[in-house]
């Protein structure tokens, strides 16, 4: 196996810089999978909306019959994904579809493991991440999240390292899967933030703001100050996901 656990990340990323790292890098990565032989499987680890279909139907791309490939819908699909998702996102998006054509075409064998935010190690809790969770758990600390995104149905899938980590060592069997890997019961994002800041010993979140809203804020000078970025407003969902095959096999 061949794990792809490699990104470039950070919000604000220029799209060359970005299709660059995410999706070039994975292209090359399966043409060295296949010279390796030895019926080398590539295991790419990638997002929980990097591969839903509901996310690529409001971006204009769609998903070909069996799973494996995915096209655009129509010419400049791939451009509108970038300009509405942020290159980050974008680009995490494009590398589900290059790994897919790149591994169809060469015959290597695809795993693919789209885990929620990752939160921590389900019995310690320990975690050195800085970026997503800590990155909430920073700005209730600094009292800069005086509302809850959203409307109050949003919510972040969460997932144990731990539990990421038992999936992505188990041994692969078909030419392609993919499996979509949360915790059945993650809360709403409210919810989350105020246990949050219980355990913190800091005020919780009163009140909402609407996201295209919060989303112009978060674009204005003072916005960029306070350390948020409407890119990270594109995580939050209020639809289901369906993680059973990847509880059936953990």
């Known amino acids: 196996h061949v794990l792809h656990l490699g990104a470039l990340w950070r919000w604000g990323l220029d799209p060359a810089e970005a299709r660059a790292h995410n999706v070039g890098a994975t292209r090359a990565l399966v043409g060295l999978v296949r010279r390796a032989g030895g019926g080398g499987r590539l295991l790419l680890v990638n997002g929980y909306l990097a591969d839903h279909p509901g996310h690529w139907a409001r971006l204009g791309l769609w998903q070909e019959p069996g799973g494996i490939g995915v096209a655009e819908a129509e010419p400049g699909a791939l451009a509108r994904l970038y ?51 800590g990155a909430f758990a920073a700005q209730l600390w600094r009292g800069l999240l005086k509302a809850v995104p959203g409307d109050g149905r949003a919510w972040v899938p969460l997932v144990g390292v731990d539990f990421l980590a ?78 059973a095959a990847a509880d059936a096999l953990a």
Request: net charge neutral.
């Open 83 to 133: 300009r509405r998702a942020g290159a980050y996102e974008a680009s995490k998006v494009e590398q589900g579809f290059a790994a897919r054509a790149a591994c169809r075409e060469h015959g290597v064998p695809l795993t693919v493991v789209n885990p929620a935010l990752v939160v921590a190690h389900s019995e310690t809790g320990q975690l050195d991440q800085a970026p997503g969770f």
């Open 166 to 243: 038992v999936l992505a060592g188990r041994p692969g069997a078909p030419a392609y899967e993919a499996y979509t890997v949360m915790h059945p019961g993650s809360p709403r994002f409210g919810d989350l933030l105020s246990a949050m800041a219980g355990t913190m010993g800091v005020p919780p979140p009163r009140g909402s703001v609407p996201l295209p809203l919060l989303r112009v804020l978060l674009r204005s000078g003072p916005g960029r100050l306070a350390g948020g970025s409407a890119e990270a407003l594109g995580f939050l969902v209020d639809e289901a996901f369906d993680g």
